[in-house]
């Protein structure tokens, strides 16, 4: 049986046609094409209605519910609650139903409120205004009832409604200006290309009479790319097909400028377009802290099914006497007696579970929740990470990572617009080996000039000037740059010869070269009517045709344009990368350029060639043929086009190179030194040629003078097979750094010798990474990480963007598995930055797609140090000590009710009232918890900024260890024993008031819930750095509370209860002398072994953010006390630390 024809029928039948076929058939004007065309299918397709909400008011509740019930800690609590209402359990379902009510409440309105806001700002968005034509006229409707098939017209400075293809503009060259910043944050203009076809149609009656259909692919989130095309009926020929692209097609969301109004076909409309298909959410990153406290989460379930079993075997064990189990006034009746023991034993051990099931923090959770999101706004409130230059902060765009900016061991990062600026500078070109610069230099001075050069290391006699004229024509030609005028653009530029005008493309590298080409003689205009204009030096205006467009890609790593010149002359200039020029070349000064190329790019420039070839009519007209027919292809366009340009860009003629350079960004090197002292690997990963990418990583001192450099380059895998390279590398580093102290984080040397840096580029990664002939992982990758793991900087070079995010995949499968951190800032970077544990963008001028996909979004790469070293530091050591802080106040709580079972028989007797289960999380001790994982500084953002290796206190999650997670629990086990045994003890010897009334058990149970919230409190004021008043109002307000609610409560009659047994109970054991006194004792007894376990630990033990304390400490005292011989030893002190 055909099971794939059965398979498509279903999906046909129960999801629509235009969920299943490959492309989509749009009716313009939903005017049917003429008989004899392709035949006429109605197709439904979702209206233009936008909807971010995730709820309605009939499914919030249900839904919401259904969404909090799925975290563990939830549904957990849920099942204790329906537990308590089930069978009879020693406390109230109040007490776990109250604060699970609470939790799922707060969340619930905060969550419908954010659900509330976007059904506000969907209703304003889809009943906004837009112009429709009908019928030859305008007519005006809302958002929400737009079709795919209507012409829509949009103004200037409107906002598109709906994805469209681009039909003609009031602009007679059938061109718009677009800014698309709302859509991937690019502020600058870019321009759109209407049908050639269609252009011409310039009123609402012309476009309405316009015939055609739109093949095209169904809706995808990729912003970059649309393959389509548009067939157009005439009564009396063919059907014209046109090929439709990316640059064809307006995306909902972008604003038209600069033109007075367009016209364009609705294709995408609704949840379909591209915008509301990018809203859809990245995959959820965890974070180390987050996956510590489920494991201890886990622990913590195992201890309370542990103390819930030993309690039910102790309380069958004492049953198992018939004078305890039936004593004279608590007789069983015959039911009771005959009831299944098993079945008894099963309803205790469920019982037990109630009783001890607050050791596990239920409100933990919200208070983590909370603390991410509050705190992601000190990154974005914080002044020093404002740029002016473009006018923008830091963007938190998950704060779920908080923590994880202070775990960072490994750092990748972009080289091109990370490290560098991206504000390309034209230096030079060479034409068949002549070197040529901008300006010439004589006795000390720069005399600029539009028209001379100077020639520089070149051989005798001069470059033939026909050559040298057809490279700077390959310049001024061989690009995608647009030129706007001063009545065109809302900003100008001033340029040396008095025109106002700007140049703008998406790369800054032409921009650059087409600005360095005007200053040696040739300006390239305009680009009108299809026609590319450029003035050469004599003042003369020249006109290119321009044919064809073969547009740079990253695998290609080339672009090239075909022209046709007035005298008939059909040229194909190519410019790219040497790697991607030279094997295409068949005549030209080879040698020399790439001499020359090798030269500058030591020199840290950027090089490109480029290449020309002649095309004859019948060449052309074959090259036009195959384009077309690619360019038409719905399906795999994009193969297809590389076949035909790789078969196009063949057979060339070497020109010349160029060379551009960009400059190292501010304080890029300081912020890679401190990364390096902070204990993180910083690994370079970048595109460009290897000698242009180490000259930079000098620059940024990723790489010493001292520093001994590796190579695994193909050059040397040439010469000596990858096997022996690879053991080579590390039988030298491990013998030379075998003997010597290393670093356990940086991989430094303590003594700075045998610094190591290694230089892979792409072919040997893709060799390291290739599996073994008989399909096993080889074992090279365990070589290639071993020699990585000495080394104190690593060089990728001629990386593709898939083996950027290989790279941080390998390291983060190591057996390590360290914490990763991406940065950069192109579309390039996108694949690395969703891999890593935390990506980073920058909010560069290669277009926002990194800063879009990323984590966290910084101004410029000096940004990352005070968002490493001073944001994540904080995060992390808040953050832990939030976390062990709720466990450990969880232990106290509920381990006297276990040692309370011991006293009472094993009868589930609760040890505290009611309201005090219920209240302590949520009431009593959880906001001082909560300020102070926002506000705590141990030390100040000064110290750690100027302290790198303040970090390594942290690293490795060591404040969140096995050994600190016990140390809180016995802790915590020590202070609950002392709270139970010494009030046990007090009472012992004092059991009656002054009038001879004895102290009940709940007394008993309120004198240790008050030592215990004093002293859980208390602690936590002891652990504080920075007190503020905030923390003086939360800590002591905490306190007082619990103090006026425990008056309230036991000194009024409440008419709601129905028992009275907490009156007067907390007054009476207050008007005691023992009371007071044994509070005292015991809160001083349970704070004591925690403060002298710090001051031993500090005196012998000392961290490096413990010793600086103390050198702080002793400086600020010779400050105030005058004495100056004091100063010099300490600082040889603070820097002798530094050093060790």
Known sequence: MDWSGLWSTIRRWCVGEENWVDSRTVYIGHREPPPGTDAYIVQNYPDNRI???????????????????????????????????????????????????????????????????????????????????????????????????????????????????????????????????????????????????????????????????????????????????????????????????????????????????????????????????????????????????????????????????????????????????????????????????????????????????????????????????????????????????????????????????????????????????????????????????????????????????DFIDAPVGIADQERKELFFRALCLCHTVQVKREDETDCQKQHQDGRSSVYISSSPDEIALVEGVKRLGFTFLQVKDNFMELENPEAEIERYELLQILNFDSVRRRMSVIVRSITGEIILFCKGADLSIFPRVKAGKLDLVRQRVQQNAVEGLRTLCVAYKVLTSEEYDSVHTLLQNAKLALQERDRKLAEAYDLIESDLDLLGATAVE??????????????????????????????????????????????????????????????????????????????????????????????YGLIIDGTTLSLIMKPAENGSSSNYKDLFLEICRNCSGVLCCRMAPLQKAQIVKLIKSSKEHPITLAIGDGANDVSMILEAHVGIGILGKEGRQAARNSDYCIPKFKHLKKLLLVHGHYYYIRIAQLVQYFFYKNVCFIFPQFLYQFFCGFSQQPLYDTAYLTLYNISFTSLPILLYSLMEQHVSIDTLRRNPSLYRDVAKNSLLSWKSFIYWTFLGVFDAVVFFFGAYFIFDNSTMTSNGQMFGNWTFGTLVFTVLVFTVTLKLALDTHNWTWVNHFVIWGSLLFYIIFSFLWGGIIWPFLNYQRMYYVFMQMLSTGPAWLGITMLITISLLPDVVKKVLCRQLWPTATQKLQEMLKDKAGNVITGSENNVQPLLWRMQSTAEA
């Open 51 to 453: 909807v971010s909400s995730k709820y309605t008011f009939w499914n919030f509740i249900p839904k919401n519910l259904f969404e909090q019930f799925r975290r563990i800690a939830n549904f957990y609590f849920l099942i204790i609650f329906l537990v308590q209402l089930i069978i009879d359990t020693p406390t109230s379902p109040v007490t776990s139903g109250l604060p699970l009510f609470f939790v799922i409440t707060v969340t619930a309105i905060k969550q419908g409120y954010e659900d509330w806001l976007r059904h506000k700002a969907d209703n304003a968005v889809n009943r906004c205004p837009v112009h429709v034509i009908q019928g030859g006229k305008v007519v005006q409707k809302q958002s929400r009832k737009l079709q795919v098939g209507d012409i829509v017209m949009t103004k200037e400075n409107e906002t598109f409604p709906c994805d469209m293809v681009f039909l003609s503009s009031s602009s007679d060259d059938g061109t718009c200006f677009v800014t698309t910043a709302s859509l991937d944050g690019e502020s600058s203009t870019k321009t759109y290309q209407a049908v050639q076809d269609t252009k011409a149609l310039r009123t609402e009656a012309e476009v309405d009479t316009l015939n055609a259909t739109i093949e095209c692919e169904q809706p995808q989130p990729d912003l970059y790319n649309f393959v389509g095309r548009i067939n157009i009926y005439h009564e009396t020929e063919e059907p014209i097909a046109r090929p439709l692209g990316s640059e064809n097609v307006l995306l909902r969301g972008a604003t038209l400028k600069n033109t007075q109004s367009i016209y364009g076909v609705a294709i995408y409309t609704g949840m379909e377009t591209k915008m509301a298909l990018n809203y859809q959410s990245k995959s959820q990153k965890r974070s180390a802290v987050e996956k510590s406290m489920n494991m201890f989460l886990i622990v913590y379930l195992c201890i309370l099914i542990s103390k819930a079993l030993i309690t039910t075997i102790l309380k069958f064990m004492w049953q198992s006497d018939s004078v305890r189990d039936e004593p004279w006034f608590n007789m069983k009746t015959e039911a009771e007696r005959q009831r299944n023991k098993f079945l008894s034993s099963f309803t205790d051990f469920l019982a037990f579970m109630v009783l001890f099931n607050y050791i596990i923090p239920v409100s933990m959770y919200v208070t983590v929740e909370m603390q991410k999101f509050l705190g992601s706004y000190f990154i974005s409130w914080d002044e020093e990470m404002f740029d002016d230059e473009i006018c923008e902060g830091p963007i938190v765009n998950t704060s779920d990572l908080n923590e994880e900016l202070g775990q960072v061991e490994y750092v990748f990062t972009d080289k091109t617009g990370t490290l560098t600026e991206n504000n390309m500078e034209f230096i030079e070109c060479c034409i068949d080996g002549h070197v040529h610069v901008q300006h010439s230099i004589s006795n000390g001075q720069s005399f600029y000039s539009n028209a001379a050069i």
């Open 662 to 755: 960009d400059r190292l960004q501010d304080k890029a090197a300081e912020t890679v030194e401190a990364l390096q002292k902070a204990g993180m690997k910083v690994w370079v990963l970048t595109g460009d040629k290897m000698e242009t990418a180490q000259a930079t990583c000098y620059a940024c001192k990723l790489f010493r003078r001292s520093t001994q450099l590796f190579e695994l380059t193909t050059k040397r895998i040439e010469e000596q097979s990858l096997h022996d390279v690879l053991f080579d590398l590390n039988r030298t580093i491990i013998r030379q750094s075998g003997s010597l102290p290393r670093d356990a984080y940086s991989g430094f040397s303590q003594h700075d010798l045998h610094d």
